[in-house]
């Protein structure tokens, strides 16, 4: 990429050409746990707006401009009460589609409320997860991911906040030849079915957990870039495939938790503003109930306010000794640390043009032009992909896999025979 592209993928704040195509899409705003019945309006930024969350006292959901419309007071401080938020200076009265209900100090309620209109944007609960809309209306429709209309005991939702640009970290996603290397330690018997070649008494192989040449395949898809990676062995009949999906703008499918039950799971990056984003990650079964404290256990250990306690601040807590005969980074046996590691140390925002890319990396360009195109489409005034308004067009194809496929099967074959099975 230029650097002019680069400018053009990064910057997501209000009135940029990214920012505008995010705000095409509803996006994760908070998880559902932050904002339980009766709790205090929540601050939080998204695509570099600072905005109030909140439930109104019938335990509705909505995103307001955090600054009040009369004089710029803070409303996270306000009163949750009488339809709406209610600020703490003048008592102003907000409801969750910004219409100012009241304005007491002011004669009959305020003459003139009718005419304010506050910043507001509309919330929908799915999943254990509050979405938002922040684009210009008609909203589209709620997109039917499968991994979103499935019964709530089936659905997993959590959040890992990180200190650089959203678009670095779902490359990451994208990039499948780091799986080998990254997630390597003596204990994992396979990333992507490939089996490694070392144990915790002959030490890891400094090549990683499969030595032998992979390559990688890609294949544009209605919403997307399918991503393939392939490992054949000498002598054998079959080969190791592994299946991300990208789908546009900002998450990616992947074979990890929930796998085992007929799902995959799904890393959504939202920005909080250019240099800084959470990754909401989504684990869902189709087979039934997921043991929802059992996922917590293995997720990357966080605070309060989901900020992992393994970080740059303390370098991840790597263990350098380790990296002899039980894990390839030093950084334990937590994927989620991993990849912070990784992906964090590009720096706030990478330069792409001091890459130098190979093979391995195509769908990554594929995922980048197809994202300059989407950034072209809403500039000029067109709906980007993704974006559905047709209810009879609102599903999604989407595959994850890591699995051993006989060679008369080709990749794309096989892809489509897992679309033709989630869509029974």
Not at 186 to 201: K, P, S
Not at 386 to 406: C, G, L, W, Y
Request: with cysteine; glycine share 10%; aromatic share 8%.
């Amino acid at each position: 990429m230029t650097r002019e592209e680069n400018e053009l993928l990064t910057r997501t704040g209000p009135g940029t050409p990214c920012g505008e195509l995010m705000r095409r899409y509803w996006q994760p705003a908070v998880l559902s746990e932050e904002l339980s019945p009766g709790s205090a309006p929540l601050p939080i930024k998204l695509l570099g707006e600072d905005l109030v969350l909140f439930r109104d006292d019938q335990g509705r959901a909505g995103l307001l401009g955090i600054h009040c419309s009369h004089r710029g007071a803070d409303l996270s401080y306000g009163r949750i009460e009488d339809g709406g938020l209610r600020c703490i200076y003048h008592g102003w009265l907000y409801d969750i589609q910004g219409h100012c209900l009241d304005q007491p100090g002011e004669p009959g309620g305020g003459a003139g409320r009718d005419g304010v209109r506050h910043p507001a944007y509309p919330c929908i609960e799915q999943a254990g997860v509050i979405f938002t809309y922040m684009g210009p209306q008609p909203a589209p429709l709620f997109p039917r991911y499968e991994f979103l209309a499935v019964p709530e005991e089936q659905v997993f939702a959590t959040k890992l906040f990180h200190e650089c640009n959203y678009l670095q970290a779902n490359e990451g996603n994208i990039d499948l030849s780091h799986l080998t290397f990254l997630h390597y330690n003596y204990r994992n018997r396979g990333i992507g079915g490939l089996e490694v070649q070392g144990t915790e008494a002959t030490g890891l192989n400094a090549r990683g957990a499969a030595p032998a040449v992979e390559t990688a395949d890609a294949e544009l898809t209605g919403f997307g870039v399918r991503s393939f990676k392939i490992r054949r062995d000498t002598g054998v009949d079959s080969y190791h495939l592994y299946i991300t999906d990208f789908v546009i703008p900002n998450l990616t499918s992947f074979p990890g938790s929930g796998y085992e039950l007929g799902g995959y799971s799904v890393n959504w990056h939202v920005p909080i503003d250019d240099t800084s984003h959470w990754k909401y990650t989504f684990i869902f079964s189709r087979e039934g109930s997921l043991d929802k404290q059992s996922l917590t256990r293995s997720r990357a250990e966080v605070n309060d306010d989901y900020k992992p306690l393994r970080n740059k601040s303390n370098r991840y807590l790597q263990d350098r000794k380790s990296m002899k005969d039980k894990s390839y980074t030093g950084l334990g046996s937590n994927f989620q640390v991993q990849d912070l590691c990784a992906v964090e140390g590009m720096g706030p925002i990478q330069d792409p043009t001091l890459e130098h890319l190979v093979s391995m990396d195509k769908a990554l360009l594929v995922a980048r032009k197809l994202l300059l195109r989407a950034i072209e489409d809403a500039t000029q005034g067109r709906d980007p992909p993704n974006v559905v308004r047709d209810p009879k067009q609102n599903r999604f194809s989407i595959v994850a896999t890591h699995e051993v496929v006989p060679l008369s099967r080709h990749w794309k074959e096989h892809a489509n025979v897992l679309e033709r099975e989630a869509n029974r």
